[in-house]
């Protein structure tokens, strides 16, 4: 059927109001206009954001469709794109590259301005929505919203793949891999026979491990208060892995113990202020890095003792592994269908769609490191 220029009406999950149950409805996607680009979603990945997202602590507008970490094939383009065209494979982007603000030109870092996180409008650039359910205008996540069949997105929150890039796994990369395996190869640098701590074993701090592993960290210390994640972790590269819950003093001081100086390179990829502090803590005082991954609530705060900062430790916080999205993420795909990468551990699980609840089921459980959607 010729879908181009056409309405689509198909399945998509809707947050209809905060800290809800998201609901599967049938919804109507409008075609892309100038600049955007619509897709056909094959595979997406659930995220803690998403989570955040429903559960508002990322304030996002409702009702919205979540997602962000998807793999589709473009259906249709808009007047002005040029750099896909339908039936290309792609990715879509949390963080686009617009390759013309002062993020995208300056060499370090990559959180465009035209990004829609901090703060999220919940629509796209020229400030309308794509979809419609019921009657409702229905806000977009990231402008992204991939918890649906089809959806519509700006050409600089998508980017093409190579044509031989598996689409039932290959989502991950545009979210898990980039964020988490990106924070140590390419945030931190983490240097062959160091010494790492990771705060929280989810999705992204289990690609974090793989990253300190691959750059040939001698010592990856995992921290998490549920202890099924171990033996996962553990597979992953983890050497010690410690429940806070569990210990009789500060996670911080027993890191410091077991490693004598501290960590060369402590992640953070919860969201809590108080896990931040951990991780500052646990860092070496002269050459330490802290590299904060979790996205946190807002006005959430977190407070350092000053001295502890002219001793020389490092911290940084990071988005998607600091990549330019639309220049990096096609070099990842490719680094994967060449076994330099191996993202396939970090996916435990793949269900249909039209089981997102039960997926979500095995996240809050903790069961999952990546439970991967398939349209």
Known sequence: MDTMGKTITCLAAIAWKTNSSLSLEKVQVEPPKVGEVRIKIISTGICGSDDHAVKGIIPLKCPFIPGHEGAGIVESIGEGVSSVKPGDKVLTLAIPQCRECSACLNPKGNFCEKQDFLPPSGLMLDGTSRFTCKGEKIYHSFRTSTFTEYTVVPEISMVKIDAAAPMDKICVISCEVATGYGAA????????????????????????????????ASRIIGVDINEEKFPRARALGVTDCLNPSNLKKPVQEVVKEMTGTGVDFAFEAIGLAETMVAAWDSCHLSHGVCIIIGVSAPGSKFSLSA???STGRTLKGTCLGDYKTRDCFPQLVTA??????????????????????????????????????LF
Do not use: W
């Not at 435990?348 to 903790?366: C, I, M, N, R, V």
């Open 307 to 309: 001295q502890s900062v």
């Open 336 to 373: 994967y269908l060449q076994n330099k990468i191996n993202i396939d551990p970090l996916i435990t699980h793949q269900l249909p769609f039209d089981q997102l609840h039960k997926a979500f089921e095995l996240y809050h459980a903790g069961k999952t490191i990546r439970c991967v959607l």
């Open 185 to 216: 190869v390419h945030s931190a640098k983490v240097t062959p026979g160091s010494t790492c701590v990771v705060f929280g074993l989810g999705g992204i701090g289990s690609a974090v491990v793989m990253g300190c592993k691959a750059s040939g």
